[in-house]
């Protein structure tokens, strides 16, 4: 369906019960497969109930939720913070800043007739309970949208710009560490970015204070300009993470 492919297979089947908050938390079974048929590459499209528009990645942006194939926006006056945790999470971002109307523009579609009540927990914002508001329209500027901070951070450190690069998928942080063995300073830098951090000045790998779940990071990935969220491949139980000492910020 989606093409043929020249990349490895994975060698282990998934076991999901469905619940599981990403595919890599399923239990997995062990498999002797090398290849995989021609045209017998799985591949699938799943459906979109909720996006930030015009920000300047998938974690900011103007509020939409999706219902009955079309798009809507969410009156300010209708969402908390809470609820934005939840999108967030739901968006594969970390924990949401503060909500603000008319940061990302006005908006041409219709606004949510109803009220999230979420309590922070929900997988996803459609599974909050929500209450008819009778709301049509919302006023100019009352259009709500946020920025999710980025699924990274630097524990361990003397700030929030050096440290342990640990890194989140539903919640679920772990240390990270670079599985292609081409992890660069260029590399870092791009952590670095996305904390406001500066440049990286030195990485280097570091034992971590115990064996436990590793996320990989795929260095060409990010090497190619793909989000760091983007790179994160299987886990796997280690002593090992990677230190990331940026030159600074704007904002310690």
Not at 2 to 30: M, N, Q, Y
Not at 126 to 154: D, Q, Y
Request: with cysteine; hydrophobic share 30%.
């Amino acid at each position: 369906m989606h093409g043929e492919i020249d990349a490895p297979k994975w060698t282990r089947g998934f076991d999901c019960g469905g619940t599981e908050s990403v595919l890599l938390a399923c239990r997995r079974s062990g498999s002797d497969r090398k290849t995989c048929s021609p045209g017998k590459a799985v591949g699938f499209t799943c459906s979109e109930s909720v996006r930030l528009v015009n920000g300047s990645s998938l974690c900011s942006g103007r509020l939409e939720v999706k219902s009955n194939q079309s798009w809507s926006s969410v009156c300010e006056d209708d969402f908390d913070q809470q609820d934005a945790q939840v999108a967030c999470r739901q968006l594969g971002c970390g924990p949401p800043s503060a909500l603000q109307g008319a940061l990302y523009g006005e908006v041409d579609v219709p606004t949510w007739t109803k009220e999230f009540h979420c309590g922070g927990t929900e997988s996803g914002l459609l599974a909050c309970r929500n209450s008819g508001s009778g709301r049509k329209t919302s006023s100019p500027g009352k259009a709500v949208g946020f920025t999710c901070s980025e699924p990274v951070r630097l524990a361990g450190g003397a700030s929030r710009c050096a440290g342990t690069l640990e890194m989140t998928l539903q919640e679920d942080w772990r240390p990270a560490d670079y599985w292609d063995y081409n992890w660069t300073m260029t590399t870092a830098g791009v952590v670095c970015q996305d904390l406001d951090c500066g440049s990286a000045v030195d990485t280097k790998r570091r034992r971590v204070s115990s064996h436990r779940p590793v996320w990989g990071i795929r260095s060409q990935c990010v090497q190619s300009g793909s989000a760091l969220r983007d790179c994160v491949t299987s886990s796997a139980s280690s002593f090992d993470g990677l230190q990331i000492i940026c030159s600074g910020c704007s904002k310690q």
